[in-house]
């Protein structure tokens, strides 16, 4: 499956977004995965907090190269979430990002490997949900 | 001994592994009041009261807990750090007994979580329909609770060639203890086509390297030793005990392989003036089966990495050098979602002498190693039945 084919799968659950998560997805429809970068100490992190967690300092929402690498990969056969299940066997794994951040990401493909690097695909969760949110490709190419 | 030296006096355990005639609540009392029963006292002694408090459908906290068992405590500690929470208490537990800022402490915990099936092996947590709380970061990505484990496990494979095979002496293991205890859910010994048929639930983590999800509740007392020598029970003393939380999700882990073990492990031995070699048992909680081996490693049994081949000899087997989760753990006896204060309950029964078929003999120490979150918040608890 492709991330195409991926977000027009009815159903996606969608989160609850609080005031500091809210650029993030504003990211993710404009096709762009922001990163909080603090303007005071220039640390990065991910989830958003909306200020820095390590100085308290204001942060900026950088848009990073999309790209990761998999620092760790499963492949999930058993879930008892109603979505997941229709995807299921699926990757999840944990990516590591230039910015120096890591997030938990589901990666389509077959057999992605430890090391291998990933990019990111955007879309909305299912038709009509209005929240655009963020998979994974195998950067094979 | 200090007349105020913290001393384990009560340990009781509820109905188990279905107990459909009792609330997560229930669990907690009738645990509590056969702990107090156990050590000789009534609750109306109790003015410390340390808990997770009731696992179930509704999350009831510790205050609620307080309220039910009829308590009117001092002293409340409703920590939150899941699997580890009963571990992770017990240095303000003793710190408040040997200060006299109370006199006898209650830690308690139940769950109906198999009788109501309310155990959310999945997305997280939902409100109004939609992902919420900063798990969703994790959820929207399809986690599960095994699969973050498997993360690790894969890792932890990938890093240092752990094996499928050293996943399976942890199962093994767990099965052989499980054999001995009149009470464990899963007594026969795991066959080589069972683990064959096994299949990968989140790769490289099959149906046997998971735990169980059973009802259950357990409850532990601790008082002075001043008290405790009027007490009919022989005592167990809590040497040290440390904790720690580098992350608590999975994203904020440093590095896939290393834990809060190794900074808890290491500072309780410390405490206690031991070394791992002074150590005759350990109940680390298996979650699943990669997590004593990750945790042996922090804890220093034995080196980053080598917690695979360290296993293999069967040292953690009932007649192994280094037994491991006496009463068979949560892979084969109970886990009815957070497993910490059991850990702590066996400990104090082998230590006591009073294990029954699945004493060990001679033992003079003992370890517990409570892990919540995703290996996140780790909590360990030396203990001793010598009087020094």
């Known amino acids: 499956m492709d991330a195409a084919t991926y977000f027009k799968l009815p159903g996606h659950p969608v989160p609850e977004i609080l005031p500091e998560w809210a650029p993030f997805f504003d990211g993710c429809r404009d096709g762009s995965l922001r990163i909080e970068t603090c303007r005071d100490c220039g640390r990065t992190q991910h989830f958003p907090r909306g200020q820095c967690m390590r100085c308290g300092g204001a942060v900026d929402h950088v848009a990073a190269a999309g790209q990761g690498t998999i620092e760790s990969v499963t492949t999930v056969s058993y879930t008892k979430d109603a979505f997941f299940r229709t995807v299921a066997p699926y990757h999840y794994a944990l990516i590591r990002l230039p910015e120096r951040v890591k997030m938990t990401g589901l990666i389509l493909g077959d057999a992605p490997q430890i090391d291998e690097r990933v990019v990111a695909r955007f879309g909305e969760l299912s038709e009509g949900s209005g929240v655009w949110g963020v998979v994974w490709e195998l950067d094979r190419g | 001994m200090h007349p105020r030296t913290p001393v384990v006096v009560g340990i009781g355990l509820s109905d188990y592994p279905r107990a459909p005639h009792l609330s997560a609540l229930g669990h907690v009392m009738q645990a509590s009041h056969r702990a107090a029963k156990d050590a000789g006292i009534t609750l109306s002694e109790i003015d410390g009261f340390m808990s997770t408090g009731a696992q179930g459908n509704l ?83 399809g986690q599960s609770i095994i699969a973050n484990y498997a993360l690790i496990a894969k890792r932890h494979m990938h890093e240092f060639g752990t094996s499928l095979d050293h996943l399976t002496e942890v199962a093994r293991s767990a099965r052989l203890h499980a054999a001995r205890n009149p009470k464990a859910t899963l007594r026969d010994p795991l066959t080589d086509e069972q683990v064959e048929a096994s299949r990968f639930l989140a790769d490289p ?184």
């Open chain 2, 205 to 388: 983590l099959r149906a046997i390297d998971c735990c169980m999800v059973n009802d259950g509740g357990g409850a532990l007392i601790l008082t002075t030793w001043e008290r405790a020598r009027d007490l009919p029970q022989r005592p167990v003393v809590p040497l040290a005990a440390a904790m720690s939380m580098p992350f608590w999700s999975i994203g904020e882990m440093e590095d896939l392989t290393t834990t809060g073990a190794a900074i808890a492990g290491p500072r309780a031995l410390a405490q206690a003036g031991l070394t791992t070699d002074d150590i005759d048992m350990l109940q680390i909680y298996d979650s699943f089966t990669i997590t004593p081996l990750v945790m042996m490693e922090g804890l220093g049994f034995c080196g980053r990495g080598e917690a695979g081949p360290f296993v293999m000899d069967g040292k953690l087997r009932p007649d192994g050098a280094l037994p491991l989760n006496t009463d068979g753990g949560g892979l084969a006896n109970s886990h009815p979602g957070m497993r910490g204060i059991f850990l702590m309950i066996e400990a104090v029964d082998q230590l006591r002498g009073t294990a029954g078929e699945r004493q060990i003999a001679n033992a003079r120490t003992a370890l517990a190693c409570g892990s919540g979150g995703l290996m996140s918040a780790i909590g360990v608890v030396i203990f001793t039945n010598e009087a020094g």
């Open chain 2, 59 to 141: 999350y009831d906290d510790a205050c609620t807990a307080a309220e039910y068992l009829g308590l009117r405590p001092t002293l409340i500690d409703g920590s939150m750090t899941g699997g580890s929470a009963a571990e992770c208490v017990m240095p303000n537990a003793m710190e408040a007994i040997r200060s006299g800022r109370c006199d006898t402490i209650l830690i308690a915990y139940g769950s109906d979580l198999a009788s109501n099936k309310a155990l959310n092996l999945s997305t997280g947590t939902l409100r109004n329909g939609k992902l919420a709380g900063t798990s969703m970061w994790d959820s929207l990505a």
